[in-house]
Nanobody, 123 residues
Framework: QVVVEESGGGLVQAGGSLRLSCTAY????????MTWHRQAPGNQRELVAT???????RYADSVKGRFTVSMDYAKNTLYLQMNSLKPEDTAVYYC?????????????????WGQGTQVTVST
């Protein structure tokens, strides 16, 4: 089973920066896509950034120019660098990882979510 863990959230003042990490681990697997999402209280979960191997990262319009993703393949970790943070960026940030894993006898697809990490931006 592939496990996903996020870290790096916290409290920051508006204009500040945070870097979130999303790490996948557990067994033999290959990653196809990693995505960052966020959900603010009372709102639906929204897609923030998409990283697909061999493709350019994609970002929601609300974070373009401020957020950047980068991948450390050796650590199976996707980073979300968040700069010029705004109060409206306050949310729980979730990571999703999709790919294939080896069960021991065959390959199967997986789609795993982390538990989320809280980001709070104060005025």
């Amino acid at each position: 089973q592939v496990v996903v863990e996020e870290s790096g959230g916290g409290l920051v003042q508006a204009g500040g920066s945070l870097r979130l990490s999303c790490t996948a681990y557990g067994g033999a697997f290959s990653i196809q896509t990693m995505t960052w999402h966020r959900q603010a209280p009372g709102n639906q979960r929204e897609l923030v950034a998409t990283f697909t191997e061999g493709d350019s990262p994609r970002y929601a319009d609300s974070v373009k120019g401020r957020f950047t993703v980068s991948m450390d393949y050796a650590k199976n970790t996707l980073y979300l660098q968040m700069n010029s943070l705004k109060p409206e960026d306050t949310a729980v940030y979730y990571c999703n990882v999709a790919g294939t894993y080896y069960t021991g006898t065959y390959y199967a697809e997986f789609d795993s979510w982390g538990q989320g990490t809280q980001v709070t931006v104060s005025t």
